[in-house]
């Protein structure tokens, strides 16, 4: 009885079929962890397209080395090494480019002036706090916050105990509420 690649199929099986030729499975893979891996490529590289690339090209380095995962069942984990490393790849190729981000009000929502200088201050702010964050506590609160991870698959994801994931976000929310108490924050 041979096993075809569904959305049900768990990661061991889609790695052991997408080394055997199956492209629909490592397209389920994709699928599977792409917004997880946006994610942790944003937490390292702080900036939306640089971590579009970097979680594009960490896919495209997984599939050409599929066969190297030794823990097929792990795939996510091993998935998200891949992406903090082409990340911290990517943020070193391109620190001689220094450009100035997209103005937020070119959006064709045109936003009142103000609401654009408090967008973008709180924004800011936020994006500092974040830097001020290690790479794992900026990580887990981007899964846990904005992707909506549970803890537990935090844990399993990037091969920590789920008490560590807790103590990381509990810290990491810490240093947030923290460094956003600022005037700005207290003003919208």
Known sequence: MSLKASEDSTDGEL???ACG???RA????VQRYERAA?????????????AEDAAQESFMVALERLDECRNPDRFAGWLMTIVRNRSRN?????SLRDTDPIPIGATSSQPTPDRVTETSELRG???????????IQRQIVLLHDLEGWKHREIAERLDLPSGTVRSHLHFA???LRKALKGPVSADI
């Open 125 to 135: 702010q936020l994006r500092a706090a974040l830097d001020e964050l290690s790479d």
């Open 26 to 29: 490592f397209g389920y893979l």
């Open 173 to 175: 929310r810490k240093a």
């Open 38 to 50: 946006y994610s942790v490529a944003l937490s390292v590289t702080g900036k939306h397209e640089d």
């Open 15 to 17: 790695v052991e079929l």
């Open 21 to 23: 030729g199956d492209e």
């Open 90 to 94: 990517l943020i070193r190729r391109l």
